[in-house]
């Protein structure tokens, strides 16, 4: 994705935030703090497959100064929905406010390809860190969780303490945990280049192998899924899955491979059912609409199968165009085409292909399904 799409999305919430901290802000004595989340604040973020989809940029607003012991989800909805609404009016934007389940959507111009979703949060923090270490789970990304509305939960209009649970900040921690020393390395280089400091580069600038790995997958994943429905694979489970299978690999492909070998020794089986746990937050299920749409979890399966034999196929030639061909299937053939065109590498080292990764690659096979993933020693909790 051009660096300028994250400046714009930067200058949005920005702007937002600027919005809710002005002196007749209904929100400004209770400490509005707009930021990212999701792919976005990972770097994981890809093209649309087309100009007629657009990018989603998630974002929250956590009024740091507000208890949920103060007012319903419904309550903090609306305060903060007619705060957005001023601003979307006082910025001529053309398109209505949208209400999403948990959060409300501004719809840019078209030309700007992109819409923002803002999804209303309190701080809980203390909250989590508790319920976390009752359940004698580990409790360190705990600092930075939040409670957020959902509409269709049944606590919605309720004064209560009892609210939905989410940690993008934390999650973010983690996932950089995973890659912390590639992406150190490649700041350095890059800080090096630019003759700058490393503090001075931002993270949205350094691309690590486990960043890239996950774009390809996540762009093979909407390719497969092009013209499909509800079973195309969500990005959290396939980014939580990666990360957890990434090793350190140091090129894209050795990460490409390991990453498809091992990313579903991850899914867990708990009380008769898939459990793919949030890291921050084990007791949050990612997979948990595997169980009422079984055909989510077979969708999963078919396409991890599906990116295992095609860059496998792909790892194990020399031929740029066989490369090309095979890649294309997933990812799509202009895609594909751009990727030949640049610098051919080095002779006797194919596209994918090096030492180290080719066992791998071609030991690539699809998982016996009648074996469930397995529950590791010590995994529980209530659900």
Same mark, same amino acid.
């Given at each position: 994705? #051009? ?7 930067? +200058? ?15 929100? @400004? ?32 607003? %956590? ?5 949920? !012991?103060?007012? *319903?989800?419904?309550?903090?909805? *609306? ?39 803002? $999804? ?19 409790? @360190? =990304? ?17 004064? *209560? ?5 989410? /940690? ?5 921690? =983690? ?30 600038? $350094? ?32 980014? !939580? ?35 793919? #746990? /949030? ?5 949050? /299920? ?42 294309? @299937? ?11 065109? @640049?610098?051919?590498?080095?002779? +006797? ?12 690659? %071609? ?8 074996? $469930?993933? *397995? ?9």
């Amino acid at each position: 994705m #051009p660096p300028s799409r994250y400046e714009q999305a930067d +200058r949005s919430y920005m702007s937002l935030g600027d919005w809710l901290h002005r002196d007749a802000s209904t929100v @400004r004595q209770y400490g509005p703090k707009v930021y990212v989340q999701g792919s976005f604040r990972l770097g994981t973020t890809i093209r649309p497959l087309n100009d007629a989809e657009e990018y989603d940029v998630d974002s929250v607003c %956590e009024l740091q100064k507000l208890g949920k !012991t103060s007012l *319903t989800q419904q309550q903090l909805k *609306t305060l903060l929905g007619a705060e957005i609404e001023a601003y979307r009016r006082a910025q001529n934007m053309n398109k209505p406010l949208r209400e999403g389940r948990r959060c409300w959507v501004l719809d840019y111009a078209d030309g700007a390809q992109f819409h923002m979703d803002i $999804v209303p949060a309190l701080p809980n923090g203390q909250a989590a860190r508790l319920l976390l270490e009752s359940r004698g789970y580990d409790a @360190r =990304w705990t600092l930075t969780a939040i409670a957020i509305t959902d509409k269709e939960g049944p606590t919605y209009t309720t004064v *209560t303490d009892d609210w939905p649970r989410s /940690n993008p900040k934390g999650y973010c921690e =983690w996932f950089k945990s995973r890659m912390a020393t590639a992406l150190e390395r490649r700041k350095r280089v890059l800080a090096d280049s630019m003759r700058a400091s490393v503090e001075d580069i931002p993270d949205y600038k $350094v691309r690590t192998p486990l960043q890239a790995a996950i774009m390809i997958l996540k762009r093979h994943r909407d390719h497969t899924f092009e013209h499909g429905g509800d079973e195309r694979p969500i990005s959290v489970i396939i980014t !939580t899955l990666a990360a957890h299978a990434y090793k350190g690999e140091e090129t894209i492909g050795e990460a490409l491979a390991v990453i498809l070998a091992g990313m579903d020794q991850h899914i867990l089986w708990h009380n008769n059912r898939y459990w793919i #746990p /949030n890291p921050t937050d084990p007791l949050e /299920n990612f997979a948990d609409k595997w169980a009422e749409h079984p055909e989510r979890a077979t969708a999963f399966y078919e396409w991890l199968q599906k990116a295992r034999t095609e860059f496998a196929a792909a790892a194990r030639s020399s031929d740029r165009r066989v490369i090309t061909e095979i890649v294309g @299937r997933g990812v799509g053939g202009s895609m594909a085409d751009r990727t030949a065109r @640049r610098r051919p590498p080095p002779p +006797r080292s194919p596209l994918l292909k090096t030492a180290s990764v080719a066992p791998v690659a %071609e030991g690539l096979s699809f998982p016996d399904r009648s074996r $469930v993933p *397995t529950k590791p020693q010590g995994f529980g909790g209530a659900e």
